[in-house]
Structures are given as C-alpha cells and as structure tokens.
C-alpha cells in the first residue's frame, strides 16, 4: 500500500504559480513513476504529467508543455508540480498517483495508488 497526500493547491490570478506536492508513506517511493492528473469541473479526469522513476519527465504537450514542470525528490518521497502562467482552464482537482508499471503512462488504469486530489482554482 502507498498513501499519497497532495498540498498546495489554492486559489490564484491568471498568470500566476503555484507549486503542488504530493508526500508517499513508502521508503520504496523510487520504486514508482508518478503522474499528476486533474479534473476541471464537470469534465473527466485527464492527463497533466508523470516521471519515471528515475526522473525522466512526460507531459500533456497542448495543454501544459511549457508552463508545468513535475519534478521528485526520492530522498522526500515526494513529487512536484510546478505550475506557471497559469490559466482559468487549469482550474480542476489534482491528484497524484504511483504506478509501478515498467513505464510511465498516460493512462489512469496504469495507477495503483491515487492522492485525495487538491483544489486548484484561477481566476480571470
């Protein structure tokens, strides 16, 4: 089992960061990619970013190449999300989750281990 629990979120101006964190209860926290998905409201949970264990990073190219930076420290057991210029569409739930697949996914289903989600909210 691997709990996650995510902090950070809150409400900001367009155009402003905020930087999302998410704590594993596991010293095998390397042994997992993690992924950050969020769910705007009213819509489906979608793909933000994962990182592979070992630190190489993937990213929902049209929605946030460019603004989002994940990034884990494993000596934390803890990975990040770094968001900059952020929009009223980032508004959404995000959450965290550990897969312990052989590659880091896209796809929900690939996640094990999910956080309870925190509220990110920007307004115009």
């Known amino acids: 089992q691997v709990q996650l629990v995510e902090s950070g979120g809150g409400a900001v101006q367009a155009g402003g960061s905020l930087r999302l964190s998410c704590a594993a209860s596991?010293?095998?926290?390397?042994?997992?990619?993690m992924g950050w998905f969020r769910q705007p409201p009213r819509k489906a949970r979608e793909f933000v970013a994962a990182?592979?264990?070992?630190?190489?990073?993937?990213y929902d190219s049209e929605s946030v190449q460019g603004r989002f930076t994940i990034s884990r420290d494993n000596t934390k057991n803890t990975v990040y999300l770094q968001m900059n210029t952020l929009k009223p569409e980032d508004t959404a739930v995000y959450y965290c989750?550990?897969?312990?697949?052989?590659?880091?996914?896209?796809?929900?289903?690939?996640?094990?281990?999910w956080g309870q989600g925190t509220q990110v909210t920007v307004s115009s």
């Open positions: 990182i592979s264990r070992t630190g190489g990073a993937i």
């Open positions: 989750a550990a897969s312990p697949r052989l590659v880091p996914s896209r796809i929900s289903s690939d996640y094990d281990y």
């Open positions: 596991r010293d095998q926290f390397s042994r997992f990619h």
